[in-house]
């Protein structure tokens, strides 16, 4: 147990340092959602704007065909501006998804930098902490580090779900050692904790991981990555991370 405490020590010294460039990047993560939300809704104006001009021409050419001798040089023009005004927005469109793809890249690569995730020689890591199962967990130290790990996972998700517009089947609420997962699909609103304060809290642990790695798994969907193990959450992490940033090349 006291070796435990020594290694919890020096991960948690670990954990201070990249507070602190936490605290720096959290800054430029929220400027960064803002600036993606607003881009987002240029894209969505913009898309409602193709789609009337679409109809509009659909409706043109409709009437058109069924009254051919009606026909005038007048009309052949309107259809024609209209045809490449509809080329324009669709060219203006598929930039300001491309720049959208760009800046949900750039977080991607912030956030792996201040949540950096390793192959290390006990497992995977998440800033040095080992994300265990929830029926390993032995012991105080155990149960803090598999705590405080959970906690950073929850905020990667919670920061790409809010950055790409997707609400995620079991929302969560970052709070550090101490963050919760909602299941919105009972019949009363309920939360589970991502952390276990006592052995009788482990059931509810177990549902709570499940949950986040369902989380993690609609998300790796949006990308076309359907085959995975949901029981490896950080690899599944890293996989997504990686799909965001290089999304911004396809």
């Known amino acids: 147990e006291r070796r435990n405490v020594r290694v919890l020590g020096s991960t948690v010294e670990l954990a201070v340092k990249r507070a602190r460039q ?37 409706s043109l050419i409709a009437r058109i065909s069924e009254t051919p001798r009606k026909r005038d040089e007048a009309t052949r023009q309107q259809i024609e501006r209209l045809v490449v005004k509809l080329r324009q927005d669709r060219i203006i469109l598929e930039d300001l998804r491309a720049m959208l793809a760009r800046q949900r890249a750039h977080m991607a690569s912030e956030l792996a930098f201040v949540y950096p995730i390793d192959l290390s020689d006990d497992g995977w890591v998440i800033c040095g902490l080992r994300l265990a199962r929830a029926d390993d967990i ?42 919760v997962i909602i299941n919105p699909s009972s019949a009363t609103v309920q939360t589970a904790p991502l952390f276990m304060l006592r052995a009788s809290d482990r059931p509810r642990l ?10 993690i798994e609609q998300l790796l969907c949006m990308f076309g990555i359907n085959d995975i193990d949901r029981h490896q959450v950080l690899p599944n992490l890293t996989q997504l991370l990686l799909a965001i940033e290089s999304s911004s090349f396809a």
Not at 23 to 33: M, T
Not at 144 to 151: I, R, V
Request: charged fraction near 30%; avoid cysteine; glycine fraction near 6%.
């Open 22 to 58: 936490v605290l720096r990047l959290r800054r430029e993560l929220q400027v960064q959602r803002q600036r993606i939300a607003e881009q987002r809704r240029l894209v969505e104006q913009r898309a409602r704007r193709v789609e009337e001009a679409s109809g509009a021409n659909e």
């Open 138 to 179: 032995r012991g105080w130290a155990s149960g803090e580090q598999t705590a405080a790990a959970l906690g950073m996972v929850s905020a990667v998700v919670d920061q790409i779900a809010q950055s790409m517009g997707v609400p995620i089947r079991f929302p969560v609420i970052p709070r550090g050692s101490r963050s």
């Open 206 to 215: 177990r549902t709570a991981m499940r949950q986040l790695a369902a989380d």
